[in-house]
């Protein structure tokens, strides 16, 4: 028995062992579907990846056409490592080996900065491979090209049902979202934002109610994403009860005033709503019981008014953004901007970062300091940049001690700089520019140890900022003290604490010599110390200590000697502005990185350098120089020119003509007063983008190409006072965008172009175009009320100019000219024009400048120039006009500025002038009648000669034989003659032609 008993319990323990086998074996994957991996130290078994996911990853890798960064490079189908648990961006479950995660986000990219890493990101689309990875639950696919050739938004995603995160930001869909993203009903992030709003690549959903099948959604991010049409968007994110961050900025959104009967948002911390243009009042917003909110973005939303009373029942909030919201632009509603002046802030005790910049807020700045929560010492960041705050700073402004950021600039704030700014240690930024502040700038700020930037530009502050103030502020990288009455006084040899990035002293006195202390600023990006009283020359340290500089003005001193031969080793540099001082000699090789140089109002002299340096110049000023000789051929390999001023020199020759449109976008081109000779440059003909052409005060000679009517876009149009002759071209009433025609003291002729009403740049009716261009300051003048007339900058846009004077035409004036109402300025004298005023000239209302002087006009001046009303220069001198002159408006008032208006017109009576009407009016009608009859007269003359002279010649043949056969006779010689002329030329011509 007992051995009956051991034979039974051996059985026993074989047959538990085959079971125990049988399960191990068939929990295991089938061959050739996994890899059972045993870590020999720990005992553990690793799952390799399954078959058919390994292939559907594959799959995946052939649908996308470019990995420029090898992204994928480890995902091989032979050799290598073929585990897919192991390829880069791939998780597995360490239990089944399924894939669950696929994490390919463009690393590479910083998100916050449109298109940038491109050149990195995978290229291709979505593959519908993935419906294989049924365990999914991680796809991060974001900051890729994989908008495939549709451009499409793949539905099919919205069956990968076990998806808990999904982020498909920044790849350039284009169409509707799909509403089957409502089936991943287990998702908890989703993201879809794009980084720009782009009409190109605009992603839409017309109806949001998909999002309310999404119970578990925690993160929301459509950014971007077109919202316009989904009008029930705020109903439906109430209803996803466990969203916790919430962001629909920039998707064009109509309003946020909808009303929720049922608000489930109890657990969302974080709202972003800013760029949606909603334009209602602010205390209308549905979000304000939202009270676990920590993060509230509205900025640029036009929200306006007063907060809402539940405002102050927000306790949790740490950041309220209320950036560029500029408040209603309903022009009928006067107060438009943020009232939070009246809002209770007092149990808003955790607030730490305020933004309330651009927001039309008004006040005392004081006032507002009072109403911010005095609970708050965690206050780090306020932004009050950009309003009409006025008020002095107040000075307990050190209790708020946690202050990292105190931006209260481009404001309307006086008074002076509180010395308890010193107290605020942890500062890194202060910034008070562009207020009215006076007085001097405290040493306490020397105890500002951590602060990074010292921003008190464009103020009325005095006084002297010595080392000692500087001395302390050891963490310095920016400093702006531009635009004040200060003095910058330290030792020639001090060696600063800090090292600065980016240091503007526009306007202080640093002079006058050449500040040595910036010797040690070795890192310097960007400086401007232009109008800053030095008078020296440039150190020899100047090129070793900015090589690292990419901006620098030096503009408005008495800098002289010669620019520094090496140059050319300031490999950083892009933007130089070294105009108005006194430098000499010639121009050196650039720095091949330059982009932009302004020499002008100099005393460079020699020529143009053969070799610039720098192919990548678009902006070049050399104005206002002693420069000379011809401009090289070297100047044709600076491709990307836009701007080029070479006005003001001694230049001399034809202008090369070696310029290619297609690589060349010339929009500026500025060659006045020089000596430049020749026909209107003819490769001109092929820059389209041309808005300004200066060709003034040369000797350019010949006609007036009838291509310049193609240069659509000109606005200014200068050829005065050069040799050109001919006509006036009729194409150039195509140029629709003229702004100011100056064609004056040439030698043109020819009556005034028809069709003066398609200059529809001249008329109020056209809508400005410039101020979409760059416009740099202008080395322009205005010829305009018998004076040249400097304007800066883009002023000269604003001054609409006809300037035809000086030439040798004839002709009317026409009547289209009337039309051109935005005229400030018409001068027509020295002509040779004739007929009468326009009777409607007072329809151009905008004249300021009148010149018909020295033509051949007469008639009655018209009634209508009293409606000119802001006409304040007139000359009619020296015509043939007659009769009373008209009264009214400004021609009461323009005499006394200028009596000699109405000299040379013998015709003319009544005020101002003194000469009785009465006899003058009859001379004058007499006059007018005389010429008038002679002027009938003509023709009739010619016509009765004519016919009497006919008869005579009939008569005599008629009635006198002899006189009828010696006229036959004479004809029919004259007929032999010139038929024995025809048939030998024309013999002639047949032989030559058989010879050749």
Known sequence: MRTMSYRTTTALSFILVVVITAIISSSLPPTGHGLSLRNASSGTTAIGCLGHERIALLEFKQGITSDPAGFLSSWRQSG??????????????????????????????????????????????????LLSLQRLKHLDLSLNNLEGPTRLFPEFLGSLKNLRYLNLSAIPFYGSIPPQLGNLTKLQYL?????????????????????????????????????????????????????????????SLASANQSLPHLNLTQVERLDLSGNDFNHPVASCWFWNLTSLTYLGLGGTNLYGKFHHAFGGMPSLQVLDFFGSSGTNDPYITDGGLDIMTANMTNLCNLQILILSSSYMNGDITEFFEHLPQCSPRLEELHLDNNDFTGVIPNWIGRWASLVILDLSNNQINGSVPSEIGTLTSLLTLDLSNNQITGLVPSEISKLNNLTSLILGWNNLSGVITQE???????????????????IAVDANWLPPFILQYAYFASCDMGPQFPTWLKSQ????????????????LPGWFVSTFSNASWMNISYNGVSGTLPTNMGAMESLRRLYFNSNHLTGPIPKLPQSLSVLDISRNFLSGPLPSNFGAPGIGDLRLFSNRIAGHVPQSICQLQYLDILDLADNFLEGEFPECFEPQNFFFRMLFLSNNRFSGKFPPRLQRFTNLY???????????????????????????????????????????????????????????????????????????????????????????????????????????MVVIDLSANFLTGGIPEEITSLDAVHGLN???????????????????????????????????????????????????????????SGGQLDTLYSQNPFMYDGNSGLCGDPLHKNCSEEQKHGDRKTEEHDSKLMSFPFGVGSGFVVGLWVVFCVILFKKSRRIAYFRLFDNAYDKLYVFVVVKWASLVQKTDTH
């Open 191 to 251: 993201d879809l934002s794009l980084k720009t709003y782009d009409i190109d690549y605009n992603m839409y959903s017309t109806d949001t109610s998909w999002l309310t099948r999404l119970p578990s959604l925690q993160y929301l991010n459509m950014r971007s994403v077109n919202l316009s049409m989904a009008l029930d968007w705020a109903h439906a994110v109430s209803m996803v009860p466990s969203l916790r961050v919430l962001d629909l900025s920039d998707c």
């Open 692 to 798: 300004i052409l200066d060709l003034s005060w040369n000797n350019f000679s010949g006609g007036l190409p009838m291509w310049i009517g193609n240069l659509a876009n000109l606005e200014i149009l200068r050829l005065g006072h050069n040799n050109f002759s001919g006509n006036i071209p009729p194409t150039i009433t195509n140029l629709t965008n003229l702004l100011h025609l100056d064609l004056a003291d040439n030698g043109i002729s020819g009556f005034l172009p028809r069709n003066l009403s398609n200059l529809s740049g001249m008329t109020t009716r056209h809508s400005p175009t410039t101020f979409g261009h760059y416009v740099p300051v202008l080395n322009l003048s205005v010829t305009t009320k018998g004076d040249a007339r400097y304007y800066e900058e883009g002023q000269i846009f604003n």
């Open 469 to 487: 103030i500087l001395a302390g502020l050891t963490s310095l990288r920016w400093i702006d003290l531009s635009s004040n009455s200060l003095k």
């Open 80 to 129: 290598g490592d073929q585990d897919c648990c192991q390829w880069r961006g791939v998780r597995c479950s360490k239990r089944t080996g399924h894939v669950v995660g696929l994490h390919l986000r463009n690393v590479a990219v910083d998100p916050s900065i449109v298109n940038s890493g491109d050149e990195t990101a995978l290229v291709g689309q979505i593959s519908p491979s």
């Open 828 to 886: 027509l004298s020295h002509n040779r024009l004739s007929g009468k005023i326009p009777s409607n000239i007072g329809i151009m209302q905008a004249l300021e400048s009148l010149d018909l002087s020295e033509n051949k006009l007469y008639g009655e001046l018209p009634q209508s120039l009293s409606n000119l009303t802001y006409l304040s220069y007139l000359d009619l001198s020296y015509n043939n006009f007659s009769g009373r002159i008209p």
């Open 522 to 537: 070795i890192e310097i990006v960007e400086l401007d110390i232009s109008c800053a009283g030095i008078f020296d020359s």
